[in-house]
């Protein structure tokens, strides 16, 4: 195995938010006749990446999507999948996530495109001369045009999550001329959201986001309807809140809310547009479960909880939402107006930092738990999304000991030995540097246990202390039996309370 690509072997490429598990080596060369090869090959190296890639019966795990040469193994013989010198074997997740084109059953026809806004309703629209000026652009298009405009104000879509991505599309649907804008948010405005969330600006740190954001569009277009929800969704509330719209966009940031809008919308058959981002790449989807695939189809259940960062845990660069959150807002409108060719069954990977815009096919999964022949998901109320989610499945079964940022304090203060793992990434670690720390990729903790002393307390620490939780079980299963302990919500619980104390921190 080498680290450069050569002309023989089969090239192995490792999606970015698996990296972790390979010290940041993106691409390898193997030699290996299957997929099983490859995946023995590389875990003799780090033998982590196994422990993602497959469960514990020795079966690709469901948000782990695997292609040879962009097909789907799924599609071909699964682990059993031959190779030969010369393919490509690219291993994606599900926040990296893309699906392959499989010929065989790829579908005949496009997905036509029809306005999801009854004519009824846009017939009832008055276009006045001050609107007949604003929306000008928009009535001057052949596909747009006096009808379709009219279709944007008389449609209402709802925004859930006003981060980067949420924020981006309400000011572009805003600006379009969108006449009934939701906006789901329960969070406060921070001043380290500042730098992607662009919509808010710095006298709006402290206010609720959705606030903010329904002044900004108010600023903007004083003729759309904003409504505010200002809650939490959950599958109490939201079949009632999606009910008074006709597009969801899935704005979010987490994998619980993902799995409820989703099965919410394939329920009462509306469509869901999807964005997601990790530091320079980005996803943009269409789910619609009555003419596609929907979310469930693509990535059937999430990564375990820890086990890939999040975007929030990993950073992004400024202008990525308003590459990914522009891209969403432009399906919404030809969602809306029936014209376009919509990213149903498609799902679009943008890398923004390499330029590359590659469009895969995703295909409906016939065995899908809310959208497929027989569902086993029938109404949101019955699912447990956190328990779906592993949330409470990995405190339940896998307890980790831990301290909270008081406790850990006063352990340094006290001076008794103590040793502190870091388990983040090197870049992560130039912004925020614990002096006495060991440096120890998650990926190379198994083999590298010797360096710890089972006689001394051992601290696990990663941002948000969930990567540290992870990488304490990962320990255990490797036969480590010293005593660790995970800084509970990470160094961002941990800063305002260690800094004081402990004046090594740069
Ligand atoms: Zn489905």
Redesign the pocket.
Known sequence: MTDIAENTGVTVLIAATLRTFTDRIPEFTVEAGSVSEVIDILSSEYPDIRKVLLDDDGNIRDFINIYINDRSIRELKGLRSALKSGDTLLLLPAMAGGSGENPKIRPKERIRNESIIPDARYKEIKLDDKQISRYNNHLQLKDISVKGQKRIMASKVLIAGLGALGGVVAQNLAAAGVGTIGIADFDKVDLNNLQTQIIHSTRDVGRPKAASVKDAIKRMNPLINTVVHQERLSADNISEIISGYDIVVDATDNYVSRYLINDAC?LSGKPVVYGAMYQFEGLVSVFD?VKG?????QFPSPPPEGLVPTCSSSGTETPLPGTVGSLMANEVIKLITGKGEVLVGKILAIDIWNLSFRKSDVI??AG?A???KRPTVTSVEEIDYEDFCGLKRLDEEEPVESLDPQEFARRLAGGAPLTIIDVREPHERSILRFPDAIYIPIGQLARRQNELDPEVDTVFICKEGKRSAFAIRTLREAGYTGPCYNLKGGLDASAEIVLPNEGAWL
Do not use: A, E, S, T
Request: charged letters at 25%; one cysteine or more.
């Open positions: 394939v479960g695939p929907c979310f469930r189809c409906k999964d899908c809310v959208c497929g």
